[in-house]
């Protein structure tokens, strides 16, 4: 169960952001998606939630094949995302931008649907520590908080994998540890979480398994420790990933 994806490819013109590329996400589990800039992270979470039409490949949720099927419907059928630039209904408090998108995902009759709708932003904002922000605009928000709104915001859709793009990026030391207690909740849960975020340690520390693309292949897929003392990714990186503490 949960998201699988098997030889996506992708090309622009003569460029080949995506070659064969496999992996899968699995319920309950932190997966990292890194690599350098350009890899082809964000495309491939454009072709997961049906943004991007792939050249090849297939993409499946709980087995079933998303082909054909539009983002509304990828959504509905439990994909979550989150976007590399932050986007948020920036004139809407906290609590409504989380009601927003709780009223779009739920479906019923008026009445109860409010009071779902309710409950949904209760227990969004006091799970993510938004509560005091709640009747705050969005668009007054610093930059971290902001990150965990828009998280916030995708949960109330009650996926059941969640596709992270760069979500810490903008968040200081405090709120990166915070966001991944909030991921290692989650993932408790049971979603499946596919992680793409360049802050190395808050990817180390919380994925269970990484995968590394480089210009679009994936060169590297392993435990945290495998993935950092490989040669390969090492190379890719030109020696910025951080080197493995030592307990001695
Ligand atoms: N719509 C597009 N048309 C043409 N080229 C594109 C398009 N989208 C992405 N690309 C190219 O595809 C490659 C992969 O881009 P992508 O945004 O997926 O990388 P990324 O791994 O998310 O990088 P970053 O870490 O900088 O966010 C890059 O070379 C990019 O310029
Ligand atoms: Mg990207």
Redesign the pocket.
């Known amino acids: 169960m949960g998201l699988d994806i098997q030889e996506v490819s ?1 090309r ?2 003569g ?1 080949a ?2 070659s064969d590329v496999s992996l899968s996400a699995t319920e309950g589990a932190i997966t990292g998606l890194i ?12 072709v997961v939630t049906g943004m ?1 039409r792939p050249n090849a490949g297939t993409v499946r949720l709980d087995g079933r094949d998303l082909r054909g099927l539009s983002s509304y419907r990828r959504a509905r059928l439990g994909l979550g995302r989150t976007f ?1 630039r932050l986007e948020l209904f920036g004139t809407l408090t906290v609590a409504e931008n989380i009601g927003v998108a709780a009223s779009i995902a739920q479906r019923g009759a008026i009445k109860a649907r409010s009071r779902v709708i309710q409950e949904i932003q209760e227990e969004l904002l006091e799970k993510l520590g938004l509560t005091p922000v709640a009747d705050n605009r969005a668009d007054t928000l610093p930059t971290g908080t902001g990150r965990i709104v828009e998280l916030a915001r995708t949960l109330a859709t009650r996926p059941k994998v969640l596709l992270l ?2 979500p810490a990026a903008g968040q200081d030391t405090g709120e990166t540890k915070r966001f991944s207690e909030v991921l290692h909740d989650l993932a408790n849960d049971g979603l499946a979480i596919l992680l ?1 975020e ?1 802050d190395m340690e808050l990817v180390m520390n919380v994925c269970h398994s990484v995968v590394v ?1 480089d210009y ?1 292949r994936i060169i590297c897929t392993g435990s945290p420790e495998e993935v950092r003392a490989d040669p390969e990714v090492q190379a890719a990186y030109l020696g910025t990933v951080p080197a493995v503490a030592t307990n001695a």
């Open positions: 992708v622009f013109g460029l952001a995506l690599g350098p800039n350009g890899a082809g992270k964000t495309t491939l979470f454009n991007q590399q793009d760069e793409v360049h693309l679009g």
